[in-house]
């Protein structure tokens, strides 16, 4: 027996059926942009019909999509799809999008959607010259949840390595385990204090300071929400990149 803990998404991050296109019977090529980008890597499946049979394509994590009678890409970024068909969909069908939104992240109900482990935006969107500028903070709220068949012990928690950025960190705060009544946000930046009024204390844990969590058992969760801070002033990166270590036993 072992446990065996993953991060897994929560609230509307699971986006499922969103209509991008409807056949005609002739139509080839698609173009759309999905409602709430950035989009995780590896989570996108096309749904659609041809011939009266229903087909699923995905992509690959590199922005790529493949699928029977089918191929396209995706902009993680902007959520920007196309697709071209080799035999043209159906008429009146619909061709549908299945993803992971980590904007939508914010709380609530737990899912069985694991966070990609393709770095580019699975957690937190880009950060725009505004936000650069002015200085931001932002939340995000995901599960650490036991998968295994044994408790969890010795959970511990920290960054390693730290974010690329010297104007961004990472911090942590647990709301419980398997809280009944889990909090959710309305927007990222938490503007109506759901957090400040569950007093929530977020603290910065590196390898020599790590947060300790309560034991998990197993089919249970650690509910685990992040607070990223940007300093105002920020310089522009390419990527800015950081690891959430759990150590556990």
């Not at 698609?30 to 019909?49: D, E, M, Q, W």
């Not at 902007?78 to 008429?91: K, R």
């Amino acid at each position: 027996m072992a446990a065996t803990l993953e991060y897994r998404y929560t609230g509307s991050a699971v986006v499922a059926g969103e209509i991008i296109g409807t056949g005609d019977g002739a139509t080839l090529t698609f173009s759309a942009t999905l409602a709430n980008p950035p989009v995780a890597a590896g989570s996108v499946v096309i749904s659609y019909t041809i011939g009266g049979t229903t087909y699923t394509a995905t992509d690959d994590g590199l922005g790529t999509i493949t699928g029977t009678d089918l191929s396209g890409t995706i902009n993680y970024t902007t959520g920007e799809v196309s697709l071209t068909f080799t035999v043209a969909p159906d008429a009146a069908t619909n061709i549908t999008a299945d993803y992971h939104a980590p904007n939508l992240s914010l709380g609530g109900a737990a899912t069985t959607a694991t966070v990609s482990a393709t770095a580019m935006n699975n957690i937190f969107d880009n950060v725009d010259p505004t936000e650069a500028s002015t200085g931001d903070t932002e939340y995000r709220a995901i599960s650490i949840y036991n998968s295994g068949d044994a408790t969890a012990v010795s959970v511990a928690l920290y960054m390693n390595p730290e974010t690329t950025s010297a104007s961004t960190q990472l911090n942590f705060w647990i709301e419980g385990i398997d809280p009944v009544s889990p909090l959710t946000i309305v927007d990222e930046s938490d503007s109506t204090d759901v957090l400040a009024g569950a007093g929530a204390v977020f603290t910065h844990n590196d390898a020599a300071s790590k947060l300790t969590v309560l034991d998990i058992p197993a089919g249970s969760e650690a509910r685990l929400w992040l607070q990223r801070v940007v300093t105002a002033g920020a310089s522009n990166l390419a990527s800015d990149i950081g690891t959430i270590n759990v150590d556990y036993a």
